[in-house]
C-alpha cells in the first residue's frame, strides 16, 4: 500500500484554488517527481520559472515538501530541475539569497540519513539504497561542474561548500550501506549453503553499476591524487572517529552506533597530549578500498564475477586469458565446497573461522592434487596466500599506538569508514601469532617440531616470525606477510653467511641459532630496509592448539612493567640526554618514509607503472616490446628512488652510524642490534622498489614467459596511502 504523498499539502492547496493557477503548475511539477517521471519533470520544471513564489496559495506551502522534492530530484538525477528549483526558491527571499541558499541545502542533507549498521536491511532497501546513491552522486558531481565558470556559459552561483559537505554525506551513507550488505553477504556464506556467495555476487553487481554510473567521470582525477596537502580534495571525508573521555584518547567505530566499538589508543610522543584530528580520505580512495575488499572475497571463495574494468577480448589470447580466469575461479570453489563441509567454523571475520578455513583448505588442496611434486608444499603456499591477502584486507594500521589491554584477540576492534579495523603492530603481530600456530600445528606431521613464533621488539614496533620444519618461515611485519622458498633462503643465506664480518655480534654456535638469527635479519629489513635496529626476540610458549589467552598473556607480560624494552628507562625522563631517542628517530624515521611513500611511491605504482602496463601488457610476449617496456619503467622508477634516496636513505645511515654509541639502548643480554648490511645484496629486493626491480628482472629475462603479472597490473594490487588511505 502507497504511503502519503509528500506534497499532499500541494494537492489540497490546488484543489481549495480551484487546480488552477501558480499553485497548478507547482502541483504538475510534483506529480512529476512524484511519478519519476524525467519527460515530465524537465518540462514541468521549465513551467515552474513562471510561478510567482509569494502567490497567495504557493507561499504556504512548507519548506519540508521543498526539501523532500529537492531530495527525490537528487534520487532522478535530475540535476538541472534540482537547482532550477534551488534558484527558483531563493528568488522568493528579498535579501541575503547566498545564506538561504546554504541553508536550504543543510535542510536536503539532513534528509541523507547514515543507516545504524547494527540493524539489519532487507534486500530491496539495500538495492534501492545503492540506487538511488548512484543518482544522487550523478546530481551533485554535475552541479559541482555547472557551478565551476569554466564549464557553464550561464554563471550559476557557486556552492563549493554545500557540495562538499552534501557529498562528504553520501560518502558515509554510501560505506554504512556497504558495510551492511557485506555483513548480510558474509553471515550468508558462513551458513554454508548452497547459494552461499549469493548475495556477494549480489552486492557485486549492485556496486558495479554504482560505481560505473557515480565514478567514471573526470570530475574524480583532482579527487583521486594521493600527494595532495593543501587542499585534500573536494571529497576530504573523516573516516575514523576520534574522541577524548575524560583525558583518555579513544578510537571509536565509524559506524552508527559509535559507541558498538572503542579502543584506547596515545601518540607516540611522550610531549602530545592533544587528541589527534581524525584521519581522511577522498571519496575516491573509499571506492576504491571498498572494490578491492569485495574482489578479495569473491576470490576468497571462488565465486566468479565478471571484471568489470577490463575490455572485451578481442584476441585469441584475451579469450584464452578470460577462460583461464574462469578455470582459476572453478578450482577455486570446488576446494571451498570441501573446505564447508570439513572445517569447525565458516566465519573468516574470526581468529578461530579463518584458522578453521585454512586448515580445511590445507586438506582439501592435498586431497585434491595427489600427484603434484609437492601437494603439501604447494597447500601450505595457497594458504599463506590466502591468509596474507586477508590479513591486508581485513585491518589497516591505526598509526596511533594502541592501548596494551584489553588483550587483542577474539574482540572486535573500531572500524575505518571504508570497513577496516584498526590495528596497530601489537595486534597484527598477536593475531598472526594466533592463527598460523593453530593452523601450523594442525599440519605438522607427526614426527615434525611444532612450529615455533617469537614477537620481534624493535624501536616503537614489535613484528613477528613463525619457523616450521617442513615448511618456510613466515615474518609479519603490520600487514605485510612474506617468506622464502627453501631456493631462495639458501641463496640469502649465502650472501649473509658472506657479510657475518660486518656484524659485531657474533653469530650462534648451533644451526637452529644461526637460522634464527638470519630469519630475524631478514624480518627487520621489512620494518625498515638498510637500517641498523635495536632488537629482542622472545618466543612464544603455548599449548598445542593454541589458546587466545596464552598469546594475549605472553604479551601482556611483554609490554608489562618490566617487560621487554629495547631502549633505556631514560627514553621516557625529560631532561635525559636520549628522552624521546625513540620518537626523534625511529618515529622521525617512519614518518619521512610515510610521507615519501604517499607522495612518490603510490602516483608512481597505481598510475604510472599501472598505465604503462595495461598499454604493453597485450604484447609482452615480444622481447622488443619486453625491452622498450622495462626502458620506460626504468625511466619512470629511477625518480622514485633518487627521492627515496635524498629524503629517507639519508637519515637512516645518520641512525645507523650512532645508534651503538648512543646510550640509549636497554642493558639486556637478549638484545642485539641488527646488521643491514648482512643483507646489503638483496636490499633491493625489499618493499615497493623491490618489487618494481624483481618485475624488472623476470621482464628482461627470456626464459620467464609469460612475465607474470606486477602487483600494480590490476586494483587489487594498488598501494593505499598510509595516514590517509
Not at 520544471?45 to 521543498?66: C, S, T
Request: with cysteine; aromatic share 10%; charged share 25%.
Amino acid at each position: 500500500m502507497a504511503g502519503p504523498l509528500f506534497y499532499q499539502q500541494v494537492v489540497d492547496l490546488a484543489d481549495e484554488a480551484g487546480n488552477a493557477g501558480d499553485i497548478q503548475r507547482v502541483l504538475e511539477f510534483m506529480e512529476a517527481i512524484g511519478a519519476g517521471s524525467g519527460a515530465k519533470v524537465m518540462v514541468t520544471a521549465q513551467k515552474l520559472r513562471d510561478v510567482r513564489p509569494h502567490n497567495h496559495y504557493v507561499a504556504q506551502i512548507e519548506e519540508a515538501v521543498y526539501a523532500q522534492a529537492l531530495l527525490r530530484l537528487m534520487h532522478l538525477a535530475r540535476d538541472v530541475e534540482f537547482l532550477i528549483l534551488l534558484e527558483w526558491i531563493v528568488s522568493g527571499y528579498a535579501a541575503n539569497q547566498d545564506i538561504q541558499r546554504a541553508g536550504w541545502w543543510d535542510r536536503v542533507i539532513a534528509l541523507v540519513p547514515v543507516p545504524d549498521v547494527t540493524r539489519a536491511l532487507r534486500e530491496g532497501e539495500l538495492q534501492q539504497g545503492f540506487q538511488d546513491l548512484a543518482n544522487d552522486f550523478v546530481t551533485i558531481i554535475n552541479i559541482h561542474l555547472r557551478t565551476q565558470k569554466t564549464r557553464t556559459p550561464t554563471p550559476i552561483p557557486t556552492q563549493w561548500e554545500s557540495i562538499r559537505r552534501m557529498l562528504v554525506q553520501l560518502a558515509m551513507r554510501l560505506m554504512a550501506l556497504f558495510e551492511i550488505a557485506l555483513a548480510r553477504s558474509l553471515d550468508l556464506m558462513a551458513r554454508r549453503g548452497k547459494d552461499r556467495g549469493s548475495a556477494l555476487l549480489q552486492l557485486h553487481a549492485w556496486w558495479s553499476s554504482l560505481t560505473r554510473k557515480a565514478f567514471s567521470g573526470g570530475w574524480i582525477d583532482e579527487d583521486r591524487k594521493p600527494d595532495k596537502t593543501a587542499n585534500p580534495g573536494l571529497t576530504a571525508v573523516p573516516v575514523t572517529v576520534n574522541r577524548d573521555v575524560r583525558g583518555r584518547h579513544f578510537y571509536f567505530d565509524a559506524f552508527v552506533p559509535h559507541s558498538a566499538r572503542t579502543f584506547e589508543f596515545n601518540d607516540f610522543d611522550r610531549s602530545v597530549n592533544a587528541l589527534p584530528e581524525p584521519t581522511r580520505a577522498n571519496l575516491f580512495e573509499l571506492v576504491q578500498f571498498r572494490t578491492v575488499q569485495l574482489r578479495h572475497y569473491l576470490e576468497m571463495f571462488g565465486e566468479y564475477f565478471e571484471d568489470a574494468n577490463a575490455p572485451p577480448p578481442a584476441t585469441r589470447a584475451d579469450k584464452d586469458a578470460v577462460a583461464a580466469r574462469k578455470a582459476a575461479f572453478a578450482r577455486r570453489r570446488a576446494l571451498v565446497d570441501r573446505v564447508v563441509k570439513t572445517a569447525r567454523s565458516f566465519d573468516v571475520r574470526t581468529e578461530d573461522g579463518l584458522a578453521d578455513f585454512l586448515c580445511a583448505y590445507f586438506d582439501a588442496h592435498v586431497a585434491a592434487h595427489p600427484k603434484a611434486k609437492a601437494p603439501r608444499l604447494d597447500a601450505w603456499a595457497e594458504c599463506i596466500e590466502i591468509f596474507r591477502l586477508h590479513h591486508h584486507t581485513l585491518a589497516i594500521h591505526s598509526q596511533q599506538n594502541l592501548a596494551e589491554s584489553p588483550g587483542y584477540l577474539g574482540r572486535a576492534f573500531p572500524r575505518t569508514l571504508h570497513g577496516a579495523t584498526l590495528w596497530d603492530c601489537g595486534v597484527y603481530a598477536a593475531k598472526g601469532a594466533y592463527i598460523l600456530l593453530r593452523f601450523g600445528m594442525y599440519i605438522a606431521s607427526k614426527s615434525q617440531a611444532r612450529p615455533r613464533a617469537s614477537f620481534l621488539f624493535l624501536p616503537i614496533h614489535v613484528g613477528l616470525a613463525i619457523e616450521f620444519d617442513e615448511f618456510p618461515f613466515v615474518v609479519i611485519q603490520n600487514d605485510q606477510v612474506q617468506w622464502l622458498s627453501r631456493e631462495q633462503e639458501t641463496a640469502w643465506r649465502k650472501d649473509w653467511e658472506e657479510s657475518r664480518e660486518d656484524d659485531p655480534t657474533p653469530d650462534p654456535g648451533t644451526e637452529a641459532g644461526k637460522r634464527s638469527k638470519f630469519i630475524e635479519d631478514y624480518a627487520v629489513q621489512w620494518y625498515a630496509r638498510g637500517v641498523d635496529l635495536p632488537l629482542v626476540p622472545m618466543g612464544i610458549k603455548t599449548s598445542d592448539p593454541p589458546k587466545m589467552a596464552e598469546i594475549d598473556a605472553a604479551y601482556a607480560q611483554a609490554m608489562g612493567p618490566r617487560g621487554v624494552r629495547v631502549f633505556s628507562a631514560d627514553v621516557d625522563k625529560p631532561g635525559t640526554p636520549v628522552y624521546q631517542y625513540d620518537v626523534y628517530n625511529y618515529k622521525a624515521l617512519t614518518d619521512l618514509e610515510i610521507a615519501w611513500f604517499n607522495a612518490e611511491a603510490i602516483p608512481f605504482w597505481n598510475d604510472k607503472a599501472h598505465t604503462l602496463w595495461t598499454r604493453f601488457a597485450p604484447q609482452m610476449t615480444n622481447m622488443a616490446v619486453r625491452r622498450k617496456y622495462a626502458a620506460e619503467l626504468e625511466r619512470e622508477l629511477i625518480p622514485v628512488e633518487d627521492a627515496y634516496n635524498r629524503k629517507v636513505e639519508r637519515r637512516k645511515n645518520e641512525i645507523t652510524d650512532k645508534v651503538r654509541s648512543s646510550g640509549a639502548l636497554a642493558a639486556r643480554k637478549d638484545l642485539r642490534v641488527t646488521s643491514a648490511s648482512r643483507l646489503a645484496n638483496r636490499q633491493r629486493s625489499f618493499g615497493v622498489l623491490g618489487e618494481v626491480r624483481t618485475h624488472l628482472l623476470e621482464v628482461l629475462d627470456p626464459r620467464i614467459t609469460p612475465v607474470p603479472p606486477p602487483a600494480f597490473a590490476s586494483e587489487n594490487g594498488f598501494l593505499r596511502r598510509i595516514g590517509g588511505w
